[in-house]
């Protein structure tokens, strides 16, 4: 299944991703930097920075990690809505690829799939409009990530 985050609120795209991914389905996640998240920018940007200051300090290489690209960010956010600590959420969790814009060529050699013939889904009912809201490039671009 290939869907198509434009436009699309990162928590609700995710948890449908998640329950698509513990079904046993392979998911192909394309224009991850166009999906959005809902709130005011200040509001965002102050959260996301807030988890950089969340380290193990015996050891910084034991993460938690925060990722700045936005296909890792949106892919993390998927994480979340895994039981990705459990066999079942580990492997429903390497069903899920993200891809920030559409590589046609990266998903046909690695997915098989003809992205010229496959029909890309988009959530209509998780579309919503949102006064206050930003995109996850903007996001990733505001805690220092380089695109």
Not at 3 to 8: H, K, L, S
Not at 125 to 136: L, S
């Amino acid at each position: 299944m290939v869907i198509d985050a434009e436009g699309q609120v990162v928590g609700r795209l995710s948890s449908f991703i998640a329950k698509r991914a513990l079904l046993g389905e392979e998911v192909v996640v394309v224009n991850a930097g166009k999906a959005i998240v809902s709130g005011k920018k200040e509001f965002i940007i102050r959260s996301e920075l807030d988890k950089f200051h969340r380290r193990n300090k015996a050891s910084p290489l034991r993460g938690p990690f925060h990722y700045k690209q936005p296909d890792r960010f949106v892919r993390k956010k998927i994480r979340g809505m895994l039981p990705y600590k459990m066999t079942r959420g580990r492997e429903a969790f390497d069903r899920v690829m993200v891809y920030s814009g559409i590589p046609k060529d990266e998903i046909m050699k690695k997915h098989n799939i003809d992205l010229d013939k496959e029909k890309i889904h988009s959530l209509d009912k998780a579309n919503a409009i949102h006064n206050n809201h930003m995109t996850v490039e903007e996001i990733c671009k505001a805690i220092g990530g380089r695109l």
